[in-house]
């Protein structure tokens, strides 16, 4: 308690308890009314002047009793006084956690470090930077177009003399219009030719090229006989032409596709690129063989003779039998 109120109450006891010159003096035969009344006027003067005296006290709101075990309370010591103030518990600031890891992928790759063409031996094809090995694995291993990815590695790997090669998927034509745009008529079968790598027999394929309902066959001159090759065609389930179909001497066409351009493009592209060394024969001859008789274009782009036996119980002419054949046959399931 502040000594200056003690001293405060103290001189008010002095002056209403029976002092000569302030106190109010009653008869000696009536002393308890004489000290209800000295009391009475002691206690209305403290509260009269005591709010004059007592310094002002700025009110807070307080939400518990000061004496309580609380955080939110707390008193200010400073000025010795009994002034209290709500004080916020302190923010506890919760770590963050990282992100949880996640492993590395591995580089899906299609050409070397610092080439942005296809790698492998594969068709030439440019190869989106992400696809593209870094300085730190810079050889792609394994990259097969069209088919699968590669994957990056320090060393650089061992190419086979002739890579496996995937045939890609047909092409749109590019065709850029002039503005106007006039009415074009385009045979949908000239963008229908494109190589195929079908029927792997030993170590070449079978069925190297489709343009339509009909399939390019590639007869392995070197590990069987026409009658051999016949049986081969029976089970694959494909088919002879008709008789009417089987083109004509100077003919340059078959069923609107272009010889030279289309079939011819497609034997030559096989030849040069995925037939093997030993498997080549010379020149490229296409046959049209039906039932009953067939053609041939003997490394050009036209008919040169046509025959009205069963190619496959005829053994052909010397040159013939010295070439790479290729037959033009018939899938049914077109």
Known sequence: MDPQFIIYIFLLFLLFNKNPYFSLHISHKQPLFSALI????????????????????????????????????????????????????????TPIKPPPSFPTLPLQCGADYGNNMACCGQPPAIMPYENTCKSETPYCNGYIANETWGTCQKERPVIPAKPKLVSPPPEKPKVILPDPIPEIDVDPKIFTCRAVSELLDGDEYSIIGRFGKYVLWN????????????????NAGYLLLPDESVPSVGATEFDGYNIGTCIQNIANNYKTNIMPQYQDSGSNVLYFPSESSYSFAYGNNSISNIQNLNLFTNYGTESELGSNKFMVLIDPKL
């Open 219 to 234: 007869f392995h001159s070197n590990t069987s006989t026409l009658a051999q090759e016949k049986i081969k065609i029976d």
């Open 38 to 93: 000295n009391a009475f006027l002691f206690t209305m003067v403290v509260f009269i002047i005591h709010g004059y005296i007592q310094p002002i006290i700025e009110s807070m709101i307080v939400f518990n009793e000061p004496n309580t075990n609380n955080d939110l309370v707390k008193s200010l010591q400073e000025d010795e006084n009994e002034n209290w103030v709500i004080v916020p518990p302190p923010i506890k600031e």
